[in-house]
């Protein structure tokens, strides 16, 4: 019976010694609930020690948590149904408030980040979608943190990653994409067709003034097609053997 009692002691020191000393890592908090009260401020990193049977330690997780919030289906405001998916990024910073506050802090944020996803997409129109989402992005991400702030969570970034349109409304697109390159194209042509012609106008004022320069082109002409390989033959006629004839004319015009 002697024998016996210190190997008892020893047991039940070295429960309580394995009950007393907890050990949290550099990421990790431990909430402690004395007789059923929380204490104040969480504890740790490192080594704690707790009142066996009396303390409950909780611990909490204070890394970056990657959420990746599944496809929801939406209706956007101008009513096209789209498929969109995100990512929300959050951490614990109040452990305390995140234990006490709400039975589940990850399920909560989950499920309100696919709530808040819905709702802020079915108040935007599509083009605001798929032209603004920085500014959606910003838009979840205040919401959802404005909403988890009493719940000692904080949510750091809100990023969406695709937004699924259906076969029609992708055909229409692409029809509207086409129909724009064909506009552009035709306003860049007619944009060149009037520069053209500006610069023939100039180019007409000028051989008005000097009607050199007329007989100048017309020589450059001629050596333009003389220098391709073609049997045409080609008979130069000075334009001032056509002067006389075109002054009667504008003299039989006048009369």
């Known amino acids: 019976m002697g024998f016996s009692t210190p190997i008892i002691l020893l047991v039940l020191i070295v429960f309580f010694l394995f009950s007393a ?10 909430v402690i609930f004395r007789l059923g009260r929380a204490l104040p401020a969480a504890k740790g990193p490192g080594v704690i020690i707790l009142i066996p049977i ?39 910073m109040e452990p305390v408030k995140a234990i006490i506050e709400v039975q589940d802090y990850f399920q909560a944020t989950a499920l309100l980040a696919q709530t808040t996803l819905r709702s802020v997409c079915g108040q935007s129109e599509l083009d605001e979608l798929l032209s603004f989402r920085e500014k959606i992005n910003l838009k979840l991400a205040e919401i959802l943190d404005q909403h988890t702030d009493p719940w000692g969570i904080k949510v750091t970034l809100v990023e969406i990653k695709a937004i699924d349109l259906p076969i029609e409304m992708q ?24 520069q053209a012609a500006t610069k023939l106008s100039e180019a007409a004022q000028i051989m008005a003034a000097e009607p050199i320069t007329l007989q100048l082109r017309y020589l450059q002409t001629l050596r333009e097609i003389a220098a391709e390989k073609n049997s045409t033959t080609l008979f130069p006629i000075p334009i001032d053997l056509l002067t006389p004839f075109i002054k009667l004319a504008d003299r039989l015009k006048t009369d």
Do not use: C, H, W
């Not at 890592?25 to 431990?30: D, L």
């Not at 997780?61 to 959420?67: C, E, G, I, K, S």
């Open 21 to 30: 000393i907890k050990v949290l890592n550099e990421y990790e908090r431990g």
């Open 171 to 194: 055909r229409a697109m692409a029809k509207q994409a086409e129909a724009e390159r064909e506009r552009r194209a035709k306003v860049i042509a007619a944009e060149g067709e009037f």
């Open 54 to 92: 009396i303390d409950q330690l909780r611990k909490v997780n204070l890394q970056l948590v990657t959420y990746d919030v599944p496809t929801q289906d939406v209706i956007t405001r101008d009513n096209v149904s789209v498929k969109v998916n995100a990512v929300v990024y959050f951490r614990v």
